[in-house]
């Protein structure tokens, strides 16, 4: 490709597009536009750390009826994708830092600990976006917890027949949810019950209480033993204590609280340093939020200090 000066700026421009592929692209959305007029109506995690593929896949994803949020990196994929609900993720799988698989298994990871999260939705699909197309790549990224995969370069055709699967998917779910009597996208579990009930079955109200203290004073303690690593953003010691604090709210059945502290690990584990800027002020409104429910749901009376104060 070569240009004759004197050379005018919208010239230039085209060439610049052409050279870097995004006028065929533009060419693809335009002329190559699926049969199907059925926008997806899909809200759509992009993560990709190219800003050609960036603006591509954007583009077509507009064109097919999508919201788009685009994280550049794993690190950011996982911090996005542990914080909003998504109806699916595009996933790059080799990035710089955090590639694709790991942030996916990140992500697996913080899923596991919650409790209503995606409650009528089921769990979040993962589409990986790969530069090969060799024959064992489908079987390292459903190794991997992802859901399938798309080729590079992928056409909108490709785009549009795998996210209609996945709104299948998503929609299906949802019915399932109906059909039984139960809300598609209920608001997140703050308490199973069951694990406080048994334990006032092995030690009568006196043991759910003292246990109950210990957890708020346990939580205090490890916020305090945290400061400085929330003071310095070191993440691999947030995660530590991210882990430490789930476990605690998932042997009592506070849902909400351990999957608070799930999505603090997760972010933590992929480098997220913003984590230390809301760790603190997020355990503890946590912490809040469980009591309130353990004391809504008759476990514990006004009466029954649990405060550990």
């Known amino acids: 490709r070569y240009l004759t000066k004197p050379i005018r700026k919208s010239q230039l421009f085209s060439a610049m597009r052409e050279v870097l592929g995004l006028a065929q692209a533009d060419a693809k959305c335009t002329d190559a536009a699926p049969a199907s007029t059925d926008a997806l109506d899909l ?4 993560v990709e750390d190219n800003p050609v593929n960036q603006d591509v896949a954007r583009a077509m994803l507009v064109r097919l009826g999508c919201r788009v949020q685009i994280a550049p990196g794993g690190r950011e994929g996982v911090a996005a994708a542990t914080s909003a609900p998504f109806d699916a993720v595009l996933m790059d799988c080799q990035m710089p830092g955090l590639d694709g698989f790991e942030a996916t298994r990140l992500i697996r990871e913080w899923e596991t600990g919650q409790s209503g999260w995606r409650e009528g939705r089921g769990r979040l699909p993962i589409v990986a976006l790969t530069a090969n197309a060799m024959q064992g790549d489908r079987e390292r990224c459903l190794a991997a917890g992802m859901d399938d995969y798309l080729a ?42 069951s694990r406080l009930e048994g334990l006032r079955e092995i030690g009568g109200q006196a043991l759910v209480v003292r246990t109950l203290r210990l957890f ?16 310095g953003a070191d993440c691999a010691s947030l995660a530590r204590g991210a882990h430490y604090l789930k476990g605690s709210g998932a042997n009592l059945g506070l849902s909400a609280f351990s999957a608070c502290a799930a999505g603090l690990e997760a972010r933590a584990k992929a480098g997220d340093a913003s984590v230390a800027d ?4 997020s355990v503890r409104a946590a912490m809040d939020d469980a009591l309130a429910a353990v004391t809504k749901a008759g476990i514990v009376d006004a009466t029954e200090t649990v405060s550990g104060t």
Not at 161 to 166: G, P, T
Not at 216 to 231: H, N
Request: glycine residues 4%; negative net charge.
């Open 43 to 46: 809200t759509v995690l992009l």
């Open 152 to 193: 590079k370069p992928f056409d909108m055709k490709d785009l549009d027949a795998i996210l209609r699967r996945v709104r299948g998917e998503v929609e299906a779910v949802a019915a399932s949810r109906t059909d039984i009597g139960l809300p598609a996208v209920p608001e997140q579990q703050l308490l199973d019950a």
């Open 216 to 231: 708020v004073e346990s939580t205090e303690d490890k916020l305090t033993e945290l400061a400085a690593s929330i003071a």
């Open 278 to 281: 809301c760790f603190e002020a």
